[in-house]
């Protein structure tokens, strides 16, 4: 598509309940990242994927966080029993490769209630 | 630990009130550093990579320099549409993914 496209694009969950956030990169990056932002924090990584696999996880926060990309395009980041410190806006963005600038989608804001 | 830090958090300038913005940022091996505005309930937009120390980019109203320790964006004479969160980010040689600074959030008024 002409851009990233990420939905839901607003999610209010229930402590303890899963939640799945899809992100649709642009057609042809191969790079894809999955960021978070809380209210007054910069941009946190949480995981990088090159193609289908996953080089650098080093972000993710707990074993809670899992994510997966498959045809070496869309991504779904799965949290489960979300926790109220999990509320933020989940970026995603995709790159032709790692040393250009980042294509952000609107982001999905996460609610745990 | 890389690090990057922007200053100042906010910045609030009359339209025509030209100003900057800093980057400073401490990480191991710059490969690039980025700059992005992003809209309230937006993700960010890419504005600009710098590779080298002494490199300069413009786009209209926007200049971003960039040193050893530090970058600046310039913004000369604003207009109200430049309100936005200016984010700088770095790109170093072992790391897979850009960090992020906090932001600046610039409102221009008339």
């Known amino acids: 598509g002409a851009g990233v496209s990420q939905s839901p694009s607003n999610k209010v969950t229930e402590k303890g309940k899963d939640v799945e956030l899809r992100c649709d990169p642009i057609?042809?990056?191969?790079?894809l990242y999955w960021y978070r932002q809380s209210l007054g924090q910069g941009l946190e990584f949480l995981i990088y994927f090159q193609g289908n696999s996953a080089p650098d996880k080093s972000g993710l926060p707990s074993d809670r966080f899992s994510a997966e990309r498959t045809g070496g395009s869309v991504s779904t980041l799965t949290i489960q029993r979300t926790q109220q410190e999990d509320s933020a806006v989940y970026l995603c963005a995709s790159s032709s490769g790692q040393f250009y600038g980042y294509t952000f989608g609107s982001g999905t804001r996460l609610t745990v209630v | 630990e890389d690090q990057v830090t922007q200053s100042p958090e906010a910045l609030r300038l009359q339209e025509g009130e030209s100003s900057s913005l800093n980057c400073s940022y401490t990480?191991?091996?710059?490969?690039?550093l980025f700059w992005y505005r992003q809209d309230p309930g937006k993700g960010p937009e890419f504005l600009f990579t710098l590779y080298s120390a002494g490199e300069e980019k413009e786009k209209e109203r926007l200049k971003a320099t960039l040193t050893k320790k530090e970058s600046f964006l310039h913004i000369t004479a604003p207009k109200p549409e430049d309100s936005a969160t200016y984010l700088c980010a770095a790109l170093t040689g072992t790391a897979s993914k850009l960090t992020f600074g906090t932001g600046t959030r610039l409102q221009v008024t008339l």
């Open positions: 057609s042809g990056h191969t790079a």
């Open positions: 990480v191991s091996g710059l490969r690039g």
